[in-house]
């Protein structure tokens, strides 16, 4: 790979931004930004991110580096993908190179067949076969314009195999992206409308096809395959995501035809699981985009609970979350065509928090509760206020559950205060804390930002080190600095010749120094602290060797070093 276009893309790409599309809640914190880490569950932030430097780092599980690094642990993308990806981004020509590893361009064709095969079903829907479909699109009230948006298609009877297999493609690649079938080798959607799925990015990774006849089942997916999974993809997540950014929420919906029809009647900000339950891959997802959430599922019982499990999966990811309920048993997409979308609005707007949508569930035409009733449901309730983080929303629920079912506020904290003791997990052996003396600590903190005072460090060797990691990143400082003394910034420099060093210093470069801080006389008082201490382990060192001779039978140079020791010690 090209370093000087590498250097280009990374010098173009604003870190500070590219990492606030995936975590929302970044907070200003002196020069530095931090948030809650995205790679692991945290309640208080341990995320920090340098614009300045280029870089982020997380205290917590230790992961750090530049906007390379971010997107590819971020998107699980090669070094290449996420190159292509941020060079597109700076508008930076980009090339693909001999250099792509087998699995890239493994990848790359696999992508291009899905979108041949999205290419072949939208033409089978514009086709002389496509007039059916076409017109149930129209009974569902799906204009023309919309089709072409969600890039909708038809599938017939094994058309596309042989289309694919007579252009070239082979038919075990067909298999594998679950396009044709595994046993008979033969179209796996037939006679379906057909709704290409896209991932966050915009890539056509899947298929869901509806049966246009009395085929079962009604809707059909593709199956996992290389690059699909159902708990991972959320159905019209690209064209949602700027919406749900500037709405401040996500609409979460049941299917396919209601996150359509919502789209097109302005409501931008919906998406739907396919045709699975909704997981915690779905609400990390999800996070990436916003901090609060509607769900809005079918009004049967089926939809409810199914509605209920993904409010509660998301409130355990961190997400502030409300559940709308629509009436006259209409689905969202048949309620939007009825009433528009400032009705539709308006339902979400007084959607209710998880308890009292519980609750109205349970006390729907309920006259008197007896107390085995309230007790039973009080229990159920309390597996709910359980699983929300936030300390404020569940005082909240309790005084709401409280409230509602006659039942003081205290005998509900008491309970929860007892499930959560018997629930807590056992203690896990915390990691190892940083034992680094501090003075190393500061060393090398200093340096990494003011490398020319690395000369000041010429006497220093490995023994003065407890932190081993720290020497060796001295020693790299020292040897940048000598064959580019004109560069400041040596981080860069050390992630091209050692990724391993480089993200040991990492955690250490993202920690600020004092303002107004003289790096000179900060490396000095290091030195002298690193010196001192290295002349008291000397020292008692001495002190031991002396103590195995007979009085007078001591060596004179052991004694006379011992001595010089002791004045410099105390000078």
């Known amino acids: 790979m090209n370093n000087a276009l590498i250097e280009k893309i990374k010098d173009s790409i604003d870190i500070l931004e590219l990492i606030k599309e995936y975590v929302p809640a970044v907070r200003r914190s002196g020069r530095t930004y931090k948030a809650c880490c995205p790679f692991h569950q945290e ?27 971010f997107l590819m642990k971020m998107e699980n993308l090669s070094f290449n993908e996420a190159a292509r990806r941020l060079a597109q981004r700076a508008g930076i020509p980009w090339q693909e190179e001999d250099s792509l590893s087998e699995q890239e361009k493994s990848r790359i064709a696999d992508y291009k067949l899905m979108n041949s095969a999205k290419d072949f079903y939208r033409r089978q829907l514009m086709g002389d076969k496509g007039l059916a479909a076409r017109n149930y699109l129209k009974e569902r009230k799906i204009t ?36 044709s079938a595994y046993s008979s080798g033969t179209d796996y959607f037939k006679n379906r409308l057909m709704f290409p799925i896209f991932n966050h990015r915009g890539d056509c990774v ?69 045709g699975t339950s909704f997981t915690p891959e779905h609400a990390k997802l999800l996070k990436r985009y916003t901090d609060t959430a509607v769900v809005l599922f ?37 309620y939007i065509n009825k009433y528009g979308l400032d009705k539709f609005k308006e339902v979400v707007d007084n959607a209710k928090d998880i308890i009292n949508f519980r609750l109205d569930c349970i006390l729907k035409g309920v006259q008197s509760i007896s107390p085995k009733d309230r007790a039973d449901i009080t229990a159920e309730l309390i597996e709910i206020i359980q699983k929300q983080p936030d300390d404020i929303i569940r ?30 997990p056992k203690a896990v052996r915390p990691k190892e804390a940083d034992n680094t003396p501090q003075s190393e600590r500061d060393l090398i903190r200093v340096l990494l930002k003011f490398p020319r005072y690395v000369e000041l460090c010429a006497d220093l060797k490995e023994e ?21 003394p004109d560069v400041e910034e040596v981080l860069p420099l050390m992630a091209q010749k050692d990724e391993g ?24 008082a290091c030195l002298n602290t690193l010196n001192k201490t290295a002349l008291n382990k000397r020292y008692k060192r001495i002190q031991q060797q002396l103590a195995g001779y007979e009085p007078g039978a001591a060596p004179l140079d052991l004694l006379k070093e011992q001595m010089e020791i002791q004045k410099k010690l105390k000078s």
């Open 501 to 524: 060093l480089s993200k040991k210093a990492l955690k250490y470069a993202m920690q600020p120094l004092p303002e107004g801080i003289r790096p000179q006389r900060e490396v000095e």
């Open 43 to 69: 309640k208080t932030p341990s995320f920090s991110i340098s614009p300045e430097k280029g870089f982020f780092y997380c205290f917590g599980c230790q992961t750090g580096g530049d906007v390379f690094d």
């Open 464 to 484: 003065h080190f407890e932190n081993k990691d720290i020497w060796l990143i001295l020693k790299e400082v020292e040897t940048l600095r000598l064959q580019r």
């Open 206 to 274: 899947a298929f869901g096809g509806r049966t246009l006849g009395d085929g079962q089942p009604k809707y059909l997916n593709s199956p996992e395959t290389p690059l699909f999974s159902k708990s991972k993809v959320l159905y019209a997540l690209n064209f949602a995501g700027p919406s749900i950014r500037k709405e401040g929420k996500v609409i979460l919906l049941e299917g396919y035809m209601d996150v359509i029809a919502c789209h097109q009647a302005g409501a931008c900000n919906c998406v739907a699981p396919l």
């Open 395 to 424: 005082n909240e629920w309790v005084l709401t559950a409280a409230n509602r079912l006659g039942v003081a506020p205290e005998i509900i904290a008491q309970k929860i205060k007892k499930t959560d003791a018997a629930s807590k």
């Open 298 to 334: 079918d009004p049967d019982q089926a939809g409810t609970k199914a509605s209920l499990r993904a409010a509660l999966i998301l409130v355990e990811s961190g997400i502030y979350v409300k559940v709308a309920a629509l009436s006259e048993g209409l689905d969202p997409d048949e």
């Open 144 to 179: 023309q314009e919309t089709a072409e948006k969600f890039e909708l298609g038809l599938s017939l009877f094994d058309g596309l195999t042989k289309a694919a297999t007579k252009n070239g493609y082979n038919l075990q690649d067909l298999k594998k992206l679950g396009l």
